[in-house]
C-alpha cells in the first residue's frame, strides 16, 4: 500500500532551519500534487506549501519568502526547506500526497518541528 513517511523535524531556535523529507513508496504513479500541512493542538490543519508534478508551487502567506518546497519525482520524495524560523511555526507537519485520476489523498503520520524564542 501507498506510504508516506516524513522526516527531518526537531527542536529549533527562532532564526534557524530545518529540513523536512517526505519518502513515498508502494505505488507505481507520479502523484498530482505532493504538499506539507501543520497542525497545532485545538486547530485545523492547514496547508503550508504545495507543488505540482510539473513544479508549479503555492505557499500559505505566512511562510511565503521563508519556506521552499521542492520534490524529486524520480525518487517519489518532497522536501520543506524551512529558514528564518518562528515560534509560531511550531506544529507537527504532516506530508500530504494527491493521487492522478482517482485523486485519492494520503498522508503521512507527521513529524514534530519546535522553534524555541
Known amino acids: 500500500q501507498v506510504q508516506l513517511v516524513e522526516s ?3 527542536l ?3 532564526g534557524g532551519s530545518l529540513r523536512l523529507s517526505c519518502a513515498a513508496s508502494g505505488m507505481n504513479f507520479r502523484f498530482k500534487t505532493m504538499g506539507w500541512y501543520r497542525q497545532t493542538p485545538g486547530k ?3 496547508l503550508v506549501a ?3 508534478s510539473g ?3 503555492n505557499y500559505a502567506d505566512s511562510v511565503k519568502g521563508r519556506f521552499t518546497i521542492s520534490r524529486e519525482n524520480a525518487n517519489y520524495t518532497a522536501y520543506l526547506q524551512m529558514n528564518n524560523l518562528e515560534p509560531e511555526d511550531t506544529a507537527v507537519y504532516y506530508c500530504n500526497a494527491v493521487a ?3 485523486n ?3 498522508w503521512g503520520q507527521g513529524t514534530q518541528v519546535t522553534v524555541s524564542s
Do not use: C, L, N
Open 8 to 10: 527531518g523535524g526537531g
Open 12 to 14: 529549533v531556535q527562532a
Open 44 to 46: 485545523q490543519r492547514e
Open 50 to 52: 504545495v507543488i505540482t
Open 55 to 57: 513544479g508549479t508551487t
Open 100 to 102: 492522478p485520476i482517482t
Open 104 to 106: 485519492r489523498v494520503y
